[in-house]
């Protein structure tokens, strides 16, 4: 996925920037607790199409952000 769209996309739920999955295909939004595909390279924001994280998914992107 091209860098400069991951700076611009936001989460349409909370409007707060997500994070992307490389290996899951993935961006993630730690603020709604989802996961939007990106199938092809084309994210899926669709609240209906997203997945709930795991409390374990969520904590291990939450260290991820703090850097």
């Given amino acids: 996925m091209d860098p400069k769209l991951l700076d611009i996309l936001v989460c349409p739920v909370t ?3 997500l994070q992307l999955d490389k290996a899951q295909q993935e961006l993630i939004s730690t603020a709604a607790n989802l996961a ?17 994280l795991t409390a374990e998914e969520k904590e291990r992107f939450m260290k991820q952000k703090r850097g």
């Fill in 15 to 17: 409007k707060t920037p």
């Fill in 36 to 52: 939007f595909p990106v199938r092809d390279g084309i994210p899926i924001m669709l609240e209906e199409e997203a997945r709930t």
